[in-house]
């Protein structure tokens, strides 16, 4: 990958680019709509909300006053956890084109695969939730699906009714939360890994080896975490507000690290602590 712009391809051909711009924790209102169209102007094209962030309304404005047409931009949301089931799915996707005030999406995902309301019978819901997944999907309402937060028993029991698999798995993914079972397991299914929380929510910024990594490529421990994703084959999905961290987050083409390093930081076990059991989630 040498520029934001380069693009994996999914399962199904669809071409993703390489880093995404996250809004998770990013209000509705005007710091969404600036930093997304900040994010645009910086070269990103891939954006990454859900309908459980509660600002897909300013994501769709910005791509609207961003001066870049839709067609060039990559929009991914996620199915909110109360929605669970064919059809709730059907009138949640339907809400989330009216906020967006878009014609389609890129990408859509299951954003926990067992939410507390669905606890008794998450199996049925997230097969019904499935169903409305690929019928949107046969009729290019959706041009990829996939799911987050899933574990290989989840995509497993979706497997039994599905027709098509998921192409993606949006997992946290950061310096010592590498969670390798999932990764392996995705891969063996032909599913692109996408790395929330890269950064560790912020608390990378403390940790010393990190720190003196950075000092010793003279770059950000931002810049270094993005690339050690990159690196892994991971899709980073960086989230900042701030106009010079969103610049410096898609600068991270221009040096690789050492082998060694991107061991060394996957191995920092618990750093930045570990990813939530999707089974014992509370929301």
Known sequence: MK??????????????PCIGFGTWQTPDGDVCVSSVKEAIAAGYR????????????SVGAAVKESGVSREKLFITSKLNNSEHGYDKT????????KKLDMDYLDLF??????????????????????????????????????????RPHHIDELMKTAVIAPMVNQIRLCPGDTQ???????????????AYSPLGVGK???????????????????QICIRWSLQRGY??????????R???????????????????????????GYSFDPDQTTF
């Open 204 to 222: 990378i910024f403390e940790v010393p080896e990190m720190k003196a990594l950075a000092e010793k490529y003279g770059k950000s421990i931002a």
């Open 235 to 244: 899709l980073p999905l960086p989230k900042s507000v701030t106009p010079a």
């Open 180 to 194: 390798d079972e999932v990764v392996d397991y995705c891969r063996s299914k032909n599913m692109l890994l996408e």
């Open 109 to 150: 995902l299951i954003h926990w695969p067992n939410p507390v309301a669905f606890r008794d019978n998450w199996r049925e819901a997230n097969a019904g939730t499935w169903q409305a997944f690929e019928e949107l999907y046969k009729t290019k309402r959706i041009r990829s699906i996939g799911v987050s937060n899933f």
């Open 90 to 97: 059907l009138a949640a996707f339907e809400e989330t084109m």
């Open 3 to 16: 520029s934001l712009t380069d693009c994996h391809k999914l399962s199904n051909g669809v071409e993703i």
């Open 246 to 272: 969103i610049r410096e987050n898609a600068d991270v083409f221009g040096f690789e690290l050492d082998a060694a390093d991107v061991r060394f930081i996957a191995d920092m076990k618990g750093v930045v």
């Open 46 to 57: 891939h954006i990454d909300t859900a309908q459980g962030y509660g600002n897909e309304e």
